[in-house]
């Protein structure tokens, strides 16, 4: 699986960004998706994940009720909907793919198999 990440920018406080992350591959229905960020002198750490259907998403605590998580799996897509951005969301957001994945391990790094290139996202004060 190939990850293609996409539409970070830079945005004032309080804002909106809509991410995507465009997969080749015809199994791309079968992975856990999942987006994660990189601060700059900070570890990664993850953000938001959907299961294979997208029914079920997982959110960290730092940006739930901001961050929506969705996928198209006609467009082998998945998207990262994000608002009332605040400047510490500043970072580089990766999104990534698993298929060995369970609730355990959902927001592990190590889960996942395949990554994107990173996309920057910058929020001003």
């Known amino acids: 699986v190939q990850l293609q990440a996409s539409g970070g920018g830079l945005v004032q406080a309080g804002g909106s960004l809509r991410l995507s992350c465009a997969a080749s591959g015809r199994t791309f229905s079968s992975y856990t998706m999942g987006w994660f960020r990189q601060a700059p002198g900070k570890e990664r750490e993850f953000v938001a994940a959907?299961?294979?259907?997208?029914?079920?998403?997982y959110y960290a605590d730092s940006v739930k009720g901001r961050f929506t998580i969705s996928r198209d799996n006609a467009k082998n897509a998945v998207y990262l909907q994000m608002n009332s951005l605040k400047p510490e969301d500043t970072a580089v957001y990766y999104c990534?793919?698993?298929?060995?994945?369970?609730?355990?391990?959902?927001?592990?790094?190590?889960?996942?198999?395949?990554w994107g290139q990173g996309t920057q996202v910058t929020v001003s004060s």
């Open positions: 959907t299961f294979r259907s997208g029914s079920t998403t």
């Open positions: 990534a793919a698993g298929s060995r994945i369970i609730t355990t391990t959902v927001r592990m790094i190590k889960s996942y198999d395949y």
